[in-house]
């Protein structure tokens, strides 16, 4: 496979230098295309970066060798996400620009809206908000007019995780509930959306979880939940549980998705407080004799890597390291880790994993400090804001 891959990308490079590539007539390239196209798609699902770079060049090569705009349109965007996802940003950025453009200039208003809500997802990533909410509201109000219900709710619910990540919490609710009432016959992962993102919102805020954790249950069971999601169900459940004081359900919420995350760093951006949750809960779970330290310095190490190619996730992978330093007796580390959380937060724009950064500044600086008080009362003053009584985990 990887003399494979570099030949689709020579192939790639040498069109990208303008050199001419000659068209084919042959009807089967596109169907060729499309078929490579499915396979990126499982690739992506199950985080194989290899296979997903493989599957993405041949089904571009082939599209553009038949002429196909559409192919070519999903093609381009899906290069994008899986440069983002190698950290390779300039080459992401490009790919991602091409497809807006090819689209906008060439495609129907469905090439348009998958461009959209891939440059949606791509933006997100980065942590790049307003540029990711302009491409998801664009790409949910043309798939409202086509009557693409899956995707418009896909959009709807990349709305939702973008004000939970910048810690508007009632504007997050506001999306999701758009996505009810679940309904028996709902697509796994938009019923994933659904309950997870309701989660997160109740474990930020308090609230009642023995129904959600039970609806987070049933979905994971789901035999054709994607593998990214099924982390995003059982980090939530293991933080669901360990909140509900049953420790013994959270620590196996938890080991199950650190076996699936051994299958390898997701992709999807939407994720980090389902891995948080399952890296949570072990150092928890490890400080009281429950999990080994191995497992959760594990999942740190994890969600870690996630975050060098989910920009989004980088001040909770700092929250996290800083937990476990913690737990460890290293102060200096731990402190280390939050401010370097803190200043890339307050950068992003991230308001409520700054406020739990301000929490944990304060909390582990010298009784009656002054820098103590302050952090502690901007963290009291930022939760408020946001609607968050800044429950821990």
């Not at 049933?218 to 054709?224: G, N, Q, R």
């Not at 490890?286 to 959760?296: I, Y």
């Not at 950064?357 to 901007?378: A, D, H, I, K, M």
């Amino acid at each position: 496979m990887l003399l494979d891959v570099a030949w689709q990308l020579a192939q790639q490079l040498s069109a990208r230098a303008g050199l001419a590539r000659r068209r084919s007539a042959d009807p089967l390239l596109a169907w060729y295309s499309q078929i490579h196209e499915k396979l990126s798609e499982i690739a992506y699902f199950n985080s194989g970066k290899l296979p997903l770079l493989h599957a993405t060049l041949t089904s571009l090569n082939l599209a553009e060798r038949s002429g196909s705009v559409r192919e070519a349109v999903k093609g381009l965007a899906a290069m994008a996400i899986g440069f983002a996802g190698s950290d390779q940003r300039w080459l992401s950025q490009l790919y991602n620009r091409r497809s807006l453009a090819l689209a906008e200039e060439q495609g129907g208003i469905d090439d348009i809206a998958y461009a959209n809500v891939v440059s949606g997802v791509y933006w997100a990533a980065a942590g790049q908000w307003e540029h990711a909410v302009k491409c998801l509201d664009d790409s949910a109000s043309l798939y409202a007019r086509l009557g693409a219900i899956e995707r418009w709710q896909q959009s709807i619910a990349g709305l939702c995780a973008v004000a939970l990540a910048r810690g508007q919490l009632a504007s997050a609710r506001a999306w999701l509930d758009k996505l009810r009432p679940a309904r028996h016959d709902m697509p796994a992962q938009i019923a994933a959306y659904l309950h997870g993102f309701d989660t997160c919102i109740t474990l930020a805020q308090g609230g009642d979880l023995e129904e959600l954790v039970t609806r987070l249950g049933k979905v994971t069971d789901a035999p054709e939940l994607a593998q990214f999601d099924r982390i995003f169900c059982q980090g939530l459940s293991a933080s669901a549980w360990w909140r509900l004081g049953d420790r013994a359900r959270a620590v196996e919420s938890a080991q199950a998705g650190l076996r699936s995350l051994s299958a390898g760093v997701p992709i999807a951006w939407y994720i980090t407080d389902g891995i948080a949750g399952i890296a949570q809960t072990l150092i928890d779970a490890s400080a009281c004799g429950l999990a080994s330290e191995r497992d959760a310095q594990h999942a740190c190490r994890t969600l870690a890597r996630y975050a060098r190619g989910t920009k989004a996730a980088a001040p909770r992978a700092a929250l996290l390291a800083g937990r476990l330093a913690a737990a460890r007796n290293d102060r200096r580390r731990a402190l280390a880790c939050w401010r370097r959380g803190l200043a890339v937060a307050r950068v992003m724009g991230a308001a409520y994993d700054e406020a739990l950064l301000l929490c944990e500044l304060g909390n582990y600086s010298p009784q009656g400090s002054v820098e103590r008080t302050q952090f502690l009362e901007q963290a009291r003053a930022q939760g408020e804001r946001i609607g968050a009584p800044l429950l821990q985990p």
